[in-house]
C-alpha cells in the first residue's frame, strides 16, 4: 500500500451513530462505557444493594436515572424507564411498611430489567433495543392496570 492510499485509509473514519435516535455518538462516552464492561444499566440495581434495597435507595437510583438520561442523550429512554419504575416504588412506599417479599420481587425485578437493558443495549440492534424497552414497559402497564 502507498503511503498516500496509507494516509486517506486513517483519515476516513466515522463516527459511530446511536441506533435509535441516528444521532452521532460521542466517542469518549462511547469507550468509557465499553471500559465499564458493558453495564451501563447494572449501576441501578447496585445502587439499590449498596442502599440496602431500601426506599431512599429507590429515591436515589430515580434520580441517577434522570440525571443519566440529561448526560447520555443517545440513551434517554432506558434511563428515563428506570427512573420511573423506581421513583414510582419510591412513592408508593414511601413512610409506608415495605414487606421483605415486596422487596426482593423488586429488586428481582430491577435486576432483570437492568440485565435486559445492558444486554440489548451493548450487543443488540436497534431492533433488540426497541424490543427491550417494549417488554420493560409493557410489563410495567400490566401492573399499573392490575393495580388500578
Not at 430515580?62 to 428506570?82: C, K
Request: hydrophobic share 35%; charged share 25%; with cysteine.
Amino acid at each position: 500500500m502507498r503511503k498516500d492510499e496509507e494516509e486517506q485509509e486513517t483519515t476516513s473514519l466515522t463516527v459511530p451513530v446511536a441506533p435509535i435516535t441516528g444521532r452521532h455518538i460521542d466517542p469518549t462516552n462511547q469507550i468509557k462505557t465499553l471500559m465499564k464492561g458493558n453495564h451501563m444499566f447494572k449501576k441501578f440495581h447496585d445502587i439499590l444493594i449498596d442502599g440496602s434495597k431500601g426506599v431512599s435507595a429507590y429515591k436515589k437510583c430515580a434520580s441517577v436515572a434522570r440525571e443519566s438520561a440529561l448526560e447520555n442523550p443517545d440513551y434517554a429512554a432506558p434511563y428515563f424507564l428506570i427512573s420511573i419504575i423506581t421513583q414510582d416504588f419510591a412513592d408508593n412506599y414511601d413512610r409506608e411498611p415495605l414487606s421483605s417479599s415486596v422487596a426482593k420481587d423488586q429488586i428481582d425485578r430491577i435486576e432483570r430489567y437492568t440485565k435486559l437493558l445492558d444486554e440489548a443495549f451493548s450487543t443488540g440492534t436497534a431492533q433488540d433495543q426497541v424490543a427491550a424497552l417494549n417488554s420493560i414497559s409493557q410489563e410495567i402497564v400490566k401492573e399499573i392496570s392490575s393495580a388500578s
